[in-house]
C-alpha cells in the first residue's frame, strides 16, 4: 500500500534560508556588522552542524516509516538522492574552474590529483588535505553522501514507545558526538594554545571536515523524527521547545571564546538545535512566522546558495562587474543579494530540470 508523504514543514524550511545566509556572512563579512547577532555570525560554521542535523530528520520524517514497514526501496532511494544532489555539485565544480591553477600551487602533484579524482566522486572530505578542494563547502558533500548509504539501516529503527527511555538514548548519542572534539582538546594533537575558528592543523582539518566526527549529528536528527512522531503537532510543548532551542543557542554562541571551539563546532549544540525542529515541525506561531513565504522560496535554494555562494563570490568579484557598473559602492550587500539570485536560478533552471531529466533516464534503464 502507498504510504502517505508527510505533511510539508514549512518553518524549517523558512529557518534553512537563515541558515544558508548565515553561513555566507561567515564567510564574507565582519561579523560586528551584525550587533548582538555577532556570535551567531562568527560561530557561522555551527550552521552546518544544524544542517547535517536537519538532513538526518528530514530524510526520517519523509521515509523512516516506508524504511520501519520493509518499503524503502533502496535503490531508488538512492537515485532520488543522487538526483537531488549530484546537479548543483556538478555545477559547483564547473563555476570552479578558477580554483584548479590555486589548487595546483598550493598542493604537492599526487595530492592535487588525489583531489581532483575524488571532488567529482563525492569522496574529497575523506582525505583531510583537499577535503576543501576546489569549493571550500563542498566538504560536506563527502559526508551526506556517505550519511544516504547508511540511511535505509539507520531508518529501521524501531519507534518509540515512551520518551524518556528514547530520550537516554538520544542522550548517548550526543555524547558520543562530543567525543572526537573533547579528545581534540585533551590530546591537543596541533598544538594549539586556544583554537578557534581562524585555526588550522592537520588534526583540526581531520575534526572539521571528514565525515565519521559529524555522523553522531545525523544519527541524532534521524533519532529526532522518530521522537517527532510521540509529541501531537500541536501541542504547546513544540512552541516551548522551539522558543528555548533558540534562546540556548544564542546564549551559548554568546559565550564566545570560553565555549571550547573544538566542541562547538559540532556535538554541543544538538539539545538546542533538536529543540528547535521540534519546535518548527509543530503548528505554532513560530513555525507560522518561519513559513512566510518569501522565506521558504528562498529556503528551497538554501542548497544551491550553500554550495555555490564561495565561488561564485570569487568569480562575482575576480569579474569586476560591480566596479564596472558602479554597483561597487552598495557593496557587500549587493554581493549577498546577487548570490541569493543566482541560487534561486539554479534551483528552477538547473536542478529542478535536470533532477526530472535524471529521473526519467534512470526510469527507462531500471
Known amino acids: 500500500m502507498e504510504m502517505r508523504k ?14 544558508a545566509v548565515n553561513i555566507v556572512f561567515f564567510h564574507f563579512s565582519n561579523p560586528n556588522w551584525f550587533g548582538w547577532l555577532a556570535p551567531v555570525v562568527n560561530a557561522g560554521y555551527a550552521s552546518v552542524s ?13 521515509y523512516a516509516g516506508r524504511a520501519r514497514a520493509g518499503e524503502l526501496d533502496k535503490a531508488r532511494f538512492w537515485e532520488a538522492r543522487f538526483t537531488r544532489l549530484y546537479p548543483i555539485y556538478l555545477l559547483s565544480l564547473l563555476v570552479s574552474w578558477r580554483m584548479v591553477p590555486v589548487e595546483y600551487r598550493i ?3 599526487p595530492m592535487f590529483w588525489t583531489g581532483m579524482v575524488l571532488s567529482p566522486l ?29 540511511f535505509p ?24 558526538g562530543l567525543v572526537p572534539g573533547t579528545l581534540y582538546m585533551v590530546l591537543n594533537p596541533d598544538g594549539i594554545a586556544h583554537p578557534d575558528r581562524w585555526s588550522s592543523g592537520p588534526w583540526l ?19 529526532l523524527a522518530n521522537l517527532d512522531e ?76 550553500y554550495l555555490l555562494h564561495y565561488n561564485l563570490w570569487g568569480l562575482l568579484h575576480g569579474s569586476h562587474v560591480l566596479v564596472r ?32 531529466m535524471l529521473r526519467k533516464w534512470m526510469g527507462v534503464w531500471r
Open 153 to 176: 539501516w539507520l531508518a529501521k529503527g524501531s519507534k518509540p514507545v515512551r520518551v524518556q527511555p528514547y530520550l537516554a538514548k538520544m542522550a548517548v548519542v550526543w555524547c558520543l
Open 122 to 150: 563525492l569522496l574529497q572530505g575523506w582525505v583531510p588535505p583537499v577535503a576543501t578542494f576546489l569549493n571550500t563547502p563542498a566538504w560536506t558533500m563527502s559526508a551526506e553522501s556517505a550519511y544516504y548509504l547508511i
Open 6 to 19: 508527510p505533511a510539508r514543514l514549512n518553518g524549517l524550511t523558512g529557518l534553512r534560508s537563515f541558515a
Open 50 to 62: 544544524f544542517f547535517i542535523l536537519l538532513s538526518g530528520f528530514v530524510l526520517a520524517y519523509n
Open 325 to 356: 557598473t558602479g554597483l561597487i559602492r552598495f557593496d557587500p550587500w549587493i554581493s549577498y543579494v546577487l548570490l541569493i539570485g543566482l541560487a534561486l536560478l539554479a534551483l528552477h533552471l538547473v536542478e529542478k530540470p535536470a533532477q526530472t
Open 107 to 109: 598542493h604537492t602533484h
Open 205 to 223: 582539518q581531520v575534526l572539521k571536515f571528514t565525515p565519521l566526527p559529524h555522523l553522531a549529528s545525523f544519527v541524532f536528527g534521524v533519532m
Open 230 to 305: 510521540l509529541v501531537g503537532r500541536s501541542s504547546r510543548l513544540r512552541l516551548i521547545l522551539g522558543v528555548f532551542g533558540f534562546a540556548a543557542t544564542f546564549a551559548i554562541l554568546s559565550l564566545g571564546p570560553r565555549v571550547p571551539y573544538a566542541i562547538l563546532h559540532d556535538g554541543l549544540l544538538m539539545p538546542p538545535f533538536g529543540c528547535i525542529v521540534l519546535g518548527l515541525a509543530g503548528n505554532n506561531k513560530l513555525a507560522w512566522a518561519l513559513g512566510w513565504r518569501p522565506l521558504v522560496f528562498v529556503g528551497e535554494a538554501s542548497y544551491c546558495l
